[in-house]
């Protein structure tokens, strides 16, 4: 089965063919950063007529490159949630209306289940069950993954995302959006044990996160500093520091507590290279393995979109001929194979 994923929840345009049997045909991808760059963050009616521009010729240039045309593909599959729901309503109303035109089935696909399935289309594959950490601008989440489709919630953010915090501290530091990467960069100029960041909710059991408290941490630094440049890149390295350790904490917390030893870590922050440097030496201590994505497919991509599609138009699954955006959607909610 051949399916045509169309991802538009946030600031990137993704559009991607994954064929059942043969893996992933070919990927375009549109990122909008530039336009959302002098506002410092995403403009939310901005990003969805830049998705409107921009969604029809990437799916031109996808078939394009991959030499296929419209009628090769058997299903569609769009992000319908959750996101903004201007930007998730241009994906699904064109993948909504070809799937009606070419009378194949289209599914609405949970963003978050396409980033926990990302590491799938890598060559070493997780096998279920596994414990995923979702670290995104969105979300910050640990779940017990039994199958596709079985997700229980073990740990959830209570305030800020993780990567929602790196880009409001990046911000604060005098960063340009997106502040993630940008914090991580100056990151590695700042010296260790100059500043020490507390480790949010690490003293008391659970699996639950708080990051803004960390933003305000780092704040106080900055305004207590001499604002310098040296200053600026030490409080980047203690805030990824604290950021980092506090997620290893949750993490082997999670693999101890369920017996658990394959660890999934994606979304945008498991790009992060001190993050997969610590994860990496957990899996080694705790006897477990780490699996990520590819760095493109960490952030936002089409890709994630066609193969969690792929996987529930395989299965039967498939939507009535309504174009669905659900800006707030539970993971938990899902439906499993
Ligand atoms: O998954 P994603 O592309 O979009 C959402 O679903 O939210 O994640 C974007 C988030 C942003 O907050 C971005 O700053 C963060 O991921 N991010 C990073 C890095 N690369 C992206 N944060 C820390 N270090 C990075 N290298
Ligand atoms: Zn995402």
Same mark, same amino acid.
């Given at each position: 089965?051949?399916?045509?994923?169309?991802?538009?929840?946030?600031?990137?345009?993704?559009?991607?063919?994954?064929?059942?049997?043969?893996?992933?045909?070919?990927?375009?991808?549109? &990122?909008?950063? +530039?336009?959302?760059?002098?506002?410092?963050?995403?403009?939310?009616?901005?990003?969805?007529?830049?998705?409107?521009?921009? @969604? *029809?010729?990437?799916?031109? +240039?996808?078939?394009?490159?991959?030499?296929?045309?419209?009628?090769? #593909?058997?299903? *569609?599959?769009? @992000?319908?949630?959750?996101?903004?729901?201007?930007?998730?309503?241009?994906?699904?109303? #064109?993948?909504?209306?070809?799937?009606?035109?070419?009378?194949?089935?289209?599914?609405?696909?949970?963003?978050?289940?396409?980033?926990?399935?990302?590491?799938?289309?890598?060559?070493?594959?997780? &096998?279920?069950?596994?414990?995923?950490?979702?670290?995104?601008?969105?979300?910050?989440?640990?779940?017990?993954?039994?199958?596709?489709?079985?997700?229980?919630?073990?740990?959830?953010?209570?305030?800020?995302?993780?990567?929602?915090?790196?880009?409001?501290?990046?911000?604060?530091?005098?960063?340009?959006?997106?502040?993630?990467?940008?914090? /991580?960069?100056?990151?590695?100029?700042?010296?260790?044990?100059?500043? +020490?960041?507390?480790?949010?909710?690490?003293?008391?059991?659970?699996?639950?996160?708080?990051?803004?408290?960390?933003? @305000?941490? %780092?704040? =106080?630094?900055?305004?207590? &500093?001499?604002?310098?440049?040296?200053?600026?890149?030490?409080?980047?390295? /203690?805030?990824?520091?604290?950021?980092?350790?506090?997620?290893?904490? +949750?993490?082997?917390?999670?693999?101890?507590?369920?017996?658990?030893?394959?660890?999934?870590?994606?979304?945008?922050?498991? /790009?992060?290279?001190?993050?997969?440097?610590?994860?990496?030496?957990?899996?080694?201590?705790?006897?477990?393995?780490?699996?990520?994505?590819?760095?493109?497919?960490?952030?936002? =991509?089409?890709?994630?979109? %066609?193969?969690?599609?792929?996987?529930?138009?395989?299965?039967?699954?498939?939507? &009535?001929?309504?174009?669905?955006?659900?800006?707030?959607?539970?993971?938990?909610?899902?439906?499993?194979?």
């Amino acid at each position: 089965m051949r399916v045509l994923g169309i991802e538009s929840s946030c600031d990137e345009t993704g559009v991607a063919i994954y064929d059942s049997d043969a893996g992933l045909l070919g990927h375009v991808l549109y &990122s909008q950063i +530039k336009l959302h760059a002098e506002y410092g963050g995403v403009v939310p009616e901005l990003a969805s007529r830049d998705h409107i521009r921009k @969604t *029809i010729p990437l799916i031109n +240039k996808l078939f394009d490159q991959t030499g296929l045309e419209l009628t090769d #593909i058997d299903g *569609i599959a769009y @992000t319908a949630g959750p996101g903004l729901v201007g930007a998730l309503l241009v994906g699904a109303s #064109i993948g909504r209306s070809l799937a009606w035109t070419l009378a194949r089935p289209a599914i609405p696909v949970h963003h978050m289940e396409g980033h926990l399935l990302a590491p799938m289309l890598e060559a070493d594959p997780p &096998s279920f069950p596994f414990i995923a950490l979702l670290v995104s601008g969105g979300h910050s989440m640990l779940i017990q993954v039994d199958a596709v489709g079985q997700y229980r919630l073990l740990g959830d953010s209570v305030d800020d995302a993780v990567g929602e915090a790196f880009d409001k501290t990046a911000k604060m530091l005098g960063l340009p959006y997106p502040g993630g990467p940008e914090l /991580a960069r100056l990151a590695e100029q700042g010296r260790a044990d100059i500043y +020490k960041f507390p480790r949010p909710m690490t003293d008391r059991p659970g699996l639950d996160f708080s990051f803004s408290g960390l933003k @305000t941490y %780092a704040l =106080n630094t900055w305004n207590a &500093s001499d604002k310098g440049a040296q200053a600026r890149a030490d409080i980047a390295h /203690a805030f990824q520091e604290a950021v980092v350790d506090t997620l290893a904490i +949750k993490c082997r917390r999670a693999l101890q507590q369920t017996g658990l030893h394959r660890l999934v870590v994606s979304g945008g922050v498991s /790009a992060n290279t001190r993050l997969r440097q610590r994860l990496d030496k957990l899996a080694a201590d705790q006897q477990a393995k780490v699996y990520y994505p590819r760095l493109e497919f960490c952030t936002d =991509n089409g890709a994630m979109i %066609a193969y969690a599609g792929c996987l529930r138009l395989q299965a039967g699954q498939y939507a &009535s001929a309504t174009i669905e955006a659900r800006p707030r959607w539970q993971l938990q909610d899902l439906d499993a194979l």
